[in-house]
T-cell receptor, first 115, second 107 residues
């Protein structure tokens, strides 16, 4: 079956513009995570969705960042008024269900470059 | 959530066993130890996980100490394709990925 997919794979934008990053999780997976990874750094948790529950937004770095998950499947991460420090790889992961034994399956990421 | 400590980098000769340590001294009784790896420019890939017993699969073995405060990931016969960053994570409400161990397999 298909894994987690993300689009676009690369995005170059100008400072101040808004961007939308898309994640298609594995079908049937109820939990979805967004992370970002700056060059040479580990993964930084941003947000997660679990079923119909309110998302945990505790990792979002500023109010310029927001995410939605429509119909419990596809998720969009939106960054408004992008800054150069937003440049990073944005990774999405999904799990069958959020629990202590859940394995996360990651997408290939979207590389965002803010000029 | 329990955090983990890993050495920043390690080298291993091709064909030899790679032993990657991880400390997780604040782990809770119901938290699992997960290992992922990230090959350059790719998303992280699941390797193995365990609670308190040692585990083995086709990729690796996981040895967890009796007090569960540390663990070791073993790649029994490292190949050049095993060169990657290896993350040790303790599950809980969220997954916290640190900077991992950068393993370089040397020919």
């Amino acid at each position: 079956g298909a894994g987690v997919s993300q689009s676009p794979s690369n995005k170059v934008t100008e400072k101040g513009k808004d961007v939308e990053l898309r994640c298609d999780p594995i079908s049937g997976h109820t939990a979805l995570y967004w992370y970002r990874q700056s060059l040479g750094q580990g993964l930084e948790f941003l947000i997660y969705f679990q079923g119909n529950s309110a998302p945990d937004k505790s990792g979002l770095p500023s109010d310029r960042f927001s995410a939605e998950r429509t119909g419990g499947s596809v998720s969009t991460l939106t960054i408004q008024r992008t800054q150069q420090e937003d440049s990073a790889v944005y990774l999405c992961a999904s799990t069958l269900q959020r629990g202590l034994t859940d394995t996360q399956y990651f997408g290939p990421g979207t590389r965002l470059t803010v000029l | 959530d329990a955090k983990t400590t890993q050495p920043p980098s390690m080298d291993c000769a091709e064909g030899r066993a790679a032993n990657l340590p991880c400390n997780h001294s604040t782990i809770s009784g119901n938290e699992y130890v997960y290992w992922y790896r990230q090959i350059h420019s790719q998303g992280p890939q699941y390797i193995i996980h365990g609670l308190k017993n040692n585990e083995t699969n086709e990729m690796a073995s996981l040895i967890i100490t009796e007090d569960r405060k540390s663990s070791t990931l073993i790649l029994p016969h490292a190949t050049l394709r095993d060169t990657a960053v290896y993350y040790c994570i303790v599950s809980g409400n969220q997954f916290y990925f640190g900077t991992g161990t950068s393993l370089t397999v040397i020919p």
